[in-house]
């Protein structure tokens, strides 16, 4: 399991809502969809944040909804929690 995916998972707030099955499926789709390992598509910069979160929604699909009210939060200004 990628130390930066877990990171960057605890940074946006969304590894309280990941297992470690989701964190390795994660890793994999990252590894499938940009051709290299998941740690230095992070490092890099090759998944933007956006992308990481669409993947991570993707993978943990039952949290579709709580993006789309993350999404509406962040263009008024509110905070998400």
């Given at each position: 399991m990628s130390i930066l995916v877990k990171n960057l998972l605890s940074e946006?707030?969304?590894i309280?809502?990941?297992?470690?099955?989701d964190?390795?499926?994660?890793?994999r789709e990252i590894?499938?969809?940009?051709?290299?390992?998941?740690?230095?598509?992070i490092y890099f910069g090759i998944v933007p944040v956006?992308?990481?979160e669409d993947i991570v929604?993707?993978?943990i699909g039952h949290f579709k909804e709580q993006k789309i009210i993350i999404?509406?939060?962040e263009k008024d200004g509110r905070k998400r929690y």
């Open positions: 946006l707030d969304l309280k809502f990941t297992t470690k099955s964190r390795e499926s994660i890793d590894e499938k969809r940009k051709g290299c390992n998941c740690d230095e598509a956006e992308e990481f929604y993707e993978v999404k509406e939060c």
